[in-house]
């Protein structure tokens, strides 16, 4: 194999998912163009159009005004900013920008994401962990404006630095990922885990080791934000004081509340349930020695969403892309498998697609 022909594989599943992406969200729009929410029309192109919803209009906005409501701070800066430059460089409009920007990542989060798995557990396994990735029912959010892809997109490649021993590097990597969604902090686990791996915890040869600095970056770079917020709003800690404006209690609810049944959607048991995928994978992860670097990352992030993210649920466990390694082990043994599970995973995307590219509450 060339140097560069381990790529083909992540590049040909990219082409295939969004091709079909693009074109299922274009079908579904000019078969039937009713939306059930009446917003702005962003794009002519209507399956381009159908993957810019919900906070894709708050990042529209950001890039076109700033942070002009205090609860706008909650999105994190890098993505409209990366959007709005990616604007005036080609002269696409923003949202255009925007879901082209977060397809770019998606292309570089799945050779990264492969990449790892392929030096984990070979090419076999790589190969079947990518697809169950890219069939997860809510992985069509790596194609829609959202940042989405730009958290695996960091958090793979910072992992893959720290499992190489470049610590500074992912942490300069994922600390770029945090400005683009604060989530991506938690793939620092995995960060400290492979140190700890490498160094053990005595705390003078760990605390004193340069690479140490590695785990100290990522906050550094959210320090950077919250300087922006102080010179600009006079709070620095605005995304988190104005965290409930605009959404209410039920954008942090969590497990908790919804035992209680405090009112959450019909559809978030749906995520829940969903998320039992992920969830899975990452307990595999930490029950196998050699995996226990990735499901730092994996279980930190699926404790979290479980905690107080149940409400964007969806696609932020398809970010939680190291639980498909194991999950592609296991199906990697049994090939009979591999493929109605793929197809089953992606028949529910189609259906999640419709309801978002059709502006239902899909999250």
């Known amino acids: 194999m060339s140097r560069l022909g381990w790529a083909a594989f992540p590049v040909a599943t990219f082409l295939f998912t969004r091709t079909a992406i693009l074109a299922f969200a274009s079908w579904s729009l000019r078969m039937d163009p009713r939306l059930h929410f009446e917003g702005p029309p962003l794009l002519d192109v209507p399956s381009l159009g159908g993957l810019c919803r919900w906070d894709c209009l708050y990042y529209t906005h950001i890039a076109l005004e700033g942070y002009r409501e205090p609860f706008w701070t909650n999105f994190f800066p890098l993505f409209p900013l990366l959007g709005k430059g990616l604007s005036l460089l080609t002269g696409l409009s923003l949202p255009f920008a925007l879901v082209l920007l977060a397809n770019l990542a998606g292309l570089g989060a799945l050779l990264a994401v492969y990449r790892v798995f392929l030096e984990t557990e070979g090419e076999d396994v790589a190969r079947a962990g990518l697809i169950l990735f890219a069939a997860f029912p809510f992985a069509f959010f790596q194609a829609a404006g959202y940042p989405e892809s730009l958290m695996v997109l960091t958090s793979a490649l910072a992992v893959l630095l720290a499992l190489r021993g470049r610590h500074l590097a992912a942490g300069a990597v994922l600390g770029l990922g945090v400005l683009a969604r604060h989530l991506t902090i938690v793939a620092g686990l995995s960060l400290l885990a492979a140190q700890v791996r490498e160094r053990g915890l005595h705390p003078r040869r760990f605390l004193l080791h340069r690479d140490f600095l590695g785990l100290v970056l990522p906050f550094g770079f959210a320090a950077l934000y919250m300087v922006y917020l102080h010179a600009t709003r006079g709070e620095a800690f605005a995304w988190w004081t104005h965290r409930k404006e605009g959404w209410g209690e039920l954008a942090w609810f969590g497990l908790g509340d919804l035992a209680r049944g405090s009112g959450l959607p019909l559809e978030v048991y749906l995520y829940v349930l969903l998320s039992l ?54 199906l990697a043994r049994r090939p009979t498998l591999l493929l109605p599970s793929v197809c089953a995973s992606a028949l529910l995307q189609g259906l999640f697609l419709y309801l978002f590219a059709h502006w239902y509450n899909v999250n």
């Open 277 to 330: 995928v992920p969830a899975a994978g990452s307990v595999l992860l930490l029950r196998e020695p050699r995996w226990r670097v990735l499901g730092a990352f994996a279980a930190g992030l699926m404790i979290t969403l479980w905690t107080v993210g149940l409400a964007g649920l969806g696609r932020y466990s398809a970010s939680c892309w190291p639980a498909f390694l194991p999950l592609g082990v296991w």
